[in-house]
C-alpha cells in the first residue's frame, strides 16, 4: 500500500506519527507566534504533559509499546491546536480524559472514539469554560496550501487519504450547490468557507486517524461521505459552525457497524 | 505626494456617496471630520437564540432622503421594534473606547474617539404612506409582499418578503429607492436564505411632534425643520440560531474600506467571530508623553497599522469586561467613562441585567469588537459565536511622567540615564505601534541627555520599562471544579484498578 519504499528512508521517516508530530508541532507555533493565540506555554506544557503522562501510565498498565507515547503526543497537540479554555485544568484533564477513554471505551481491541474529538466535545459538554474558535486561523492562502500538501501527504504515507479527499469533496459539492448554484452568491463566499484552517486540520488529521474510522477503504469512502452531509446539515440549517467535530463524536457506531459488514484487517503503525 | 492621493480618495468617496443610494453598513459624507471615517455602530444582545440588535444612525441631511434596508431573520412583530436615544451610544462608546492611562499621578486620561455611523440609504421621494389595491397587485406581480406595516415614533417602517430579486430590486426602483447594481447582485442570496427585509423611513410629521417643532415653521420661516441630525438608534429583536451581521449589502456601494464598531452583550463571556480571526489590539504598550495631545490621531494609525499585519481581515478585540452591576472587580483601569449602569443595559437590550426576584445580574458580559471590512477581504457576512471566555482586556496605552527638577546628584544622574532608555524604548514602541517617523523627535531623548554629566552612566543602566498590566479582575473560581476535581480522581482510580486487574491476571491486558 506504501508508495514510498521504507528500505531506503530512515527509521525516522518510517513512523507516520513521527510526520504528523512535526506537522501539528509546526502548526502549533505558527498558531502561537504568527497568529497570536492567546494560549500560553504554560498551557501547552500542561497539555503535553498531563496528556502524556496518562498515556504512560496505560502504556505501563497494559505492558504495551513506549512507541505508543507519540500517539498521546499527537492527542496533545491537537487540543491545543482546537481546543481553547482559560483554565489549565480543563486543558489537562480534556487530555487525560482523552487518553483514557482511548482505553477504556474499545470494542474488539480498537478504541472507538478519536481521542483528540473525545476529549474536546467531552470537555466542552461538561466543564462550561472551554470552546472551539473556528476562525482562529484566519484564511491566510501560503498557510492553508502548506497545511493541505504536507496533510496530504501524510495522509498518503499511511494510506487514508482518500478519506479526507471523499470528505471535503462531497462538502465543497454540498456547499457548491447551496450556496453558489442556489443562492447566488459569488465564488469567493464558497472558497472563504473551505479557507478555514479549522476546517482543513479535522480533514487532514483528525478524521484520518487510522485507528477509529473503518478499516475498510470502500467503508470508509461510504462513511468520509455521511461524516460530510451531517456536517453540511448541521452547519447550513442549525448554525453550528464546529459541525464536523460534533458529527465525529457520534459517529463510532458506525465505524462499528462498517467494520462488520466490510471486514478488512486493523491498521498498525509501523513501530520500526 | 501622497497625502494628496488621500485626500483624493476621500474626496471621491464623499462626493459618490452624496449621490447614490446606499444600504445598511453605507456611510455617506464627512470623511474628513472624524477619526474613523465611515465606521458604523451596532449593539448586539445575545441571549439563547434571541438576538437584540441596536444600529446607531448619524444621518445628517434632510430626512427625506432618509431610508434604511436591513436583511432579518424573520418577520418582526411590533413589540420587537424599539427606538432607543443616541446617548446610549454615545455612553458605550466612551466607557469601552481605547484609553490612555498616566502613571506616577495616576490621572487617568484619554480623549474619547468619536466615531461616525450611518446606515442609511438615500431616498429618492416619498414612499406612499397607504398601499392602495393597485399596488398590492402590482407587488403580487412582482413577488413582494409586505409582510408587516408599522409606526413605530417618527419611523415608518415595513417588512417584505420577495420571491426573487429582480422583483424586490424593481419593487424597489418603483417605490423610489434606486438600488446600486452589486447591492441588486446581493439580494439574491439573502431571499433564498429565507431573509426578509427591513425597510425604514422617517415619517416628518411624526419627528416635528416628537420634537415639538410642529407649529414652530408658522412663525419661524427660517427654521429648517427638514434638516434634522442624529436620528435616534433602531432597536430590533429577534428569536433565530443566527448569530450574525449582514455587511454584504452594505458594502456593494463602497469602494473603500468601512469601520464597524459592535458592542456586544452576553451572559457567557466573549463573543468572538467565527467566520474571521478575533485578535486583540495590541495592548498595554508605553508611549511618549507627548501622544497625550494626539492620542486620537495615534489611535487611528495604530489600528492602520494593526489591520494591515493581521492581512486587512481580522477583527479587533478593543475591550471585553464583566460590567455586571453586581460584579465586585474593577470595571476598568483607567474608566474613560462611567460603566453603563442598569438603565443603559436594560435600554440596550439586556433584559437579564435584572432578574425575577430584583437582583441585579452578575453575568453581564461586554465585548467591543472594531473592524474594518470591504469587498475583497471580508467576502462573507459576520458571524458571532458566545464564548464562555471571561478574561477582562482593554485597549490601554501607557504614559510616564518624568520627574523635573534639579537632577545632578549621584542618584538623579541615574534616574536621567534610566529616563533615556526609558523614552528611546517608548519612542520605538510608538513606531512600531504606528509607523510613525520617531527621529524627530529626538528632542524628547536630549532633554534628559543634556542633564547627564558623565555620558558612560548609559551603559550601566537599563530601561526600567516594562508593559504594566493592571490586575485585570479576572474571575478566578474555576467552573464546576467539584466535577474537575472528581473527574480526575476516577482517572487515577481506573489506572490503579486496571493495574490491580492485570497483576492478578495478565492476559486481561492487550
Not at chain 2, 453598513?25 to 477619526?35: E, H, R, S
Not at chain 2, 429583536?237 to 464597524?260: E, H
Not at chain 2, 478593543?318 to 443595559?345: H, M
Request: with cysteine.
Amino acid at each position: 500500500m506504501r508508495a514510498i519504499s521504507l528500505s531506503t528512508k530512515s527509521i525516522f521517516f518510517q513512523d507516520a506519527r513521527n510526520y504528523q508530530i512535526l506537522y501539528l508541532a509546526a502548526f502549533l507555533v505558527f498558531g502561537i507566534f504568527k497568529l497570536h493565540w492567546d494560549l500560553s506555554l504554560i498551557k501547552v506544557s500542561a497539555i503535553l504533559f498531563t496528556t502524556c503522562l496518562t498515556q504512560f501510565a496505560w502504556i505501563k498498565i497494559n505492558n504495551g509499546q513506549l512507541s505508543s507515547l507519540k500517539s498521546g503526543l499527537i492527542t496533545s497537540l491537537g487540543l491545543c491546536l482546537i481546543l481553547n479554555s482559560t483554565s489549565i485544568i480543563t486543558l489537562s484533564l480534556a487530555g487525560m480524559l482523552a487518553i483514557s477513554a482511548k482505553y477504556i471505551i474499545r470494542y474488539k481491541h480498537k478504541h472507538l472514539f478519536n481521542p483528540a474529538n473525545f476529549g474536546i466535545v467531552l470537555s466542552i459538554l461538561i466543564f462550561n469554560d472551554a470552546w472551539i474558535s473556528p476562525g482562529q486561523w484566519g484564511s491566510d492562502a501560503l498557510f492553508l496550501f502548506v497545511l493541505t500538501v504536507l496533510g496530504g501527504f501524510i495522509l498518503h504515507k499511511i494510506g487514508r487519504l482518500e478519506t479526507s479527499l471523499i470528505f471535503l469533496g462531497v462538502l465543497f459539492l454540498l456547499e457548491f450547490t447551496r450556496t453558489v448554484l442556489y443562492q447566488g452568491w459569488e465564488m469567493d463566499v464558497l472558497l472563504h468557507k473551505f479557507s478555514s484552517g479549522t476546517l482543513l486540520l479535522f480533514s487532514f488529521f483528525m478524521i484520518t486517524d487510522p485507528m477509529t474510522i473503518p478499516n475498510s477503504k470502500k467503508a470508509r469512502i461510504i462513511w468520509a461521505s455521511i461524516l460530510a452531509v451531517a456536517t453540511f446539515i448541521l452547519s447550513t440549517w442549525m448554525q453550528l459552525y464546529t459541525a464536523p467535530i460534533w458529527v465525529l463524536f457520534f459517529m463510532p457506531p458506525l465505524t462499528l457497524f462498517f467494520d462488520k459488514i466490510y471486514p478488512y484487517k486493523k491498521f498498525e503503525w509501523n513501530n520500526n | 505626494m501622497m497625502k494628496k492621493q488621500l485626500f483624493l480618495t476621500a474626496f471621491c468617496l464623499g462626493s459618490f456617496a452624496l449621490q447614490s443610494l446606499s444600504f445598511c453598513g453605507f456611510y455617506v459624507a464627512k470623511a474628513d471630520t472624524k477619526l474613523f471615517n465611515k465606521t458604523s455602530q451596532v449593539i448586539m444582545v445575545r441571549d439563547g437564540n434571541k438576538t437584540t440588535v441596536t444600529m446607531a444612525n448619524d444621518f445628517k441631511g434632510n430626512v427625506k432622503d432618509f431610508a434604511m434596508v436591513i436583511p432579518v431573520p424573520n418577520v418582526l412583530q411590533k413589540k420587537d421594534i424599539r427606538i432607543v436615544e443616541n446617548s446610549l451610544f454615545n455612553k458605550l462608546d466612551a466607557y469601552s473606547g481605547p484609553r490612555l492611562v498616566e502613571y506616577y499621578d495616576e490621572n487617568p486620561c484619554s480623549p474619547r474617539i468619536q466615531y461616525d455611523m450611518l446606515e442609511s440609504i438615500q431616498y429618492n421621494n416619498a414612499i406612499p404612506t397607504s398601499i392602495s389595491m393597485k399596488d398590492v397587485k402590482r407587488n403580487k406581480v412582482l413577488g413582494v409582499t409586505i409582510e408587516a406595516q408599522y409606526q413605530v415614533d417618527e419611523y415608518d417602517i415595513l417588512i417584505l418578503s420577495a420571491k426573487e430579486s429582480d422583483g424586490l430590486k424593481t419593487w424597489l426602483t418603483e417605490n423610489g429607492y434606486k438600488i446600486p447594481t452589486a447591492a441588486a447582485e446581493v439580494l439574491a442570496p439573502y431571499i433564498k436564505n429565507n431573509l426578509k427585509f427591513f425597510v425604514v423611513k422617517v415619517d416628518l410629521d411624526k419627528l416635528n411632534e416628537i420634537n415639538g417643532t410642529t407649529n414652530l415653521n408658522k412663525y419661524i420661516k427660517t427654521h429648517d425643520n427638514e434638516n434634522i441630525q442624529n436620528l435616534r438608534p433602531i432597536q430590533i429583536s429577534y428569536t433565530s440560531p443566527k448569530f450574525m451581521l449582514p455587511i454584504r449589502l452594505g458594502m456593494a456601494n463602497s469602494t473603500g474600506a468601512q469601520d464597524m464598531v459592535v458592542y456586544a452583550f452576553s451572559k457567557e463571556g466573549r463573543v468572538e467571530c467565527t467566520n474571521y480571526r478575533t485578535v486583540k489590539i495590541p495592548s498595554n504598550e508605553n508611549i511618549p508623553l507627548f501622544v497625550k495631545n494626539k492620542f486620537g490621531q495615534f489611535y487611528v494609525d495604530l489600528f492602520e497599522r494593526a489591520h494591515d499585519k493581521e492581512n486587512k481581515e481580522a477583527i479587533f478585540l478593543e475591550y471585553a469586561w464583566n460590567i455586571s452591576p453586581q460584579f465586585r472587580g474593577a470595571k476598568c483601569d483607567p474608566c474613560v467613562g462611567p460603566p453603563p449602569i442598569f438603565t443603559d443595559l436594560t435600554k440596550a437590550g439586556v433584559n437579564w441585567a435584572m432578574n425575577n426576584g430584583n437582583q441585579a445580574s452578575s453575568n453581564v458580559f461586554f465585548t467591543r469588537l472594531h473592524l474594518r471590512y470591504s469587498r475583497n477581504t471580508h467576502p462573507r457576512d459576520l458571524e458571532f459565536q458566545v464564548t464562555p471566555n471571561k478574561e477582562h482586556f482593554q485597549a490601554r496605552y501607557i504614559l510616564t511622567n518624568t520627574a523635573v527638577g534639579d537632577l545632578s546628584c549621584n542618584a538623579g544622574q541615574t534616574y536621567c540615564a534610566t529616563v533615556i532608555k526609558n523614552r528611546v524604548n517608548e519612542l520605538e514602541n510608538l513606531s512600531q505601534l504606528t509607523s510613525w517617523s520617531t527621529v524627530e523627535y529626538s528632542g524628547y531623548v536630549k532633554e534628559y541627555y543634556d542633564l547627564l554629566k558623565d555620558k558612560n552612566i548609559l551603559n550601566e543602566v537599563k530601561s526600567t520599562q516594562k508593559n504594566k498590566q493592571p490586575w485585570l479582575g479576572v474571575p478566578s473560581n474555576e467552573s464546576r471544579l467539584g466535577l474537575k476535581i472528581a473527574l480526575f480522581l476516577s482517572v487515577v482510580f481506573l489506572l490503579t484498578f486496571a493495574y490491580l486487574i492485570r497483576q492478578k491476571n495478565p492476559l486481561a491486558s492487550k
